[in-house]
């Protein structure tokens, strides 16, 4: 599934070459997604100047005067911008044609979502109650420590938690809480300030360092301009289990927790 990196990767790829040019054709070739694409959306859309493409948690939010457009990309989808001309594949679903150019949103799963919001996109019941973006000021680890307090549940889905900090998905937990030497089941609430704070020291790092290189490759994820991340070639825990840590030489460890593969070093991460 593409991660909060992978979507800001995309977000990167797709602004400069949209934001600011005109919507000149809509085209909905499949409008069973996860929630059907609206229907009026060529309507609303044609002729339309779109103002910005920004992101909140995996969702990118493209602005125009009188709404927004919400596109998730789900667990298998893309966002690429093509030429016009370029013959749709069979799981090309959604265009949005700006003259010579196409956004065009590719979906074999069809679990991604197209949808419109004329009020404020922050307040739609898919985002409104998200938590803090990990980049930004509001996200520390005195913020982790106080929503932690009183609370059993393992540190590794307490850190998934959109309610807790968006975009922190299963590849990026595992990473960080290698790097804070954080043990992923330990309890939440037993984790001092102090450790929380190099937590969200980790867990800005880890998705910089993605951001930075394109996000991480996955079967299914390509960026906006049809190639890969690179990410996954610095991974140090995820996906090894049994090579050795690159701290101390044991064995990394596999073991679900929360419904997820879980990946530490039972050395390193207490």
Known sequence: MPELPEVETTRRGIAPLIEGRRVSAVVIR???????????????LSGRKLLQVTRRAKYLLLRFTHGTLI??????????VVPANTPPARHDHFDLLFGDWCLRLRDPRRFGAVLWMEEDSLLHPLLRSLGPEPLSTQFHGAHLHRLSRGRRIAVKPFLMDGRVVVGVGNIYANEALFQAGIHPARACG???ERRYERLAEAVKAVLQAAIDQGGTTLQDFRQADGNPGYFAQELQVYGRAGQPCPHCGNPIRQRTIGQRSSYYCGRCQR
């Open 190 to 192: 037993r984790i001092s």
């Open 71 to 80: 596109l998730h990309l789900g667990m298998s989808g893309s966002l690429r």
């Open 30 to 44: 499949e409008s069973r997604l996860r929630w059907p694409v609206p229907e009026r959306l060529p309507e609303l």
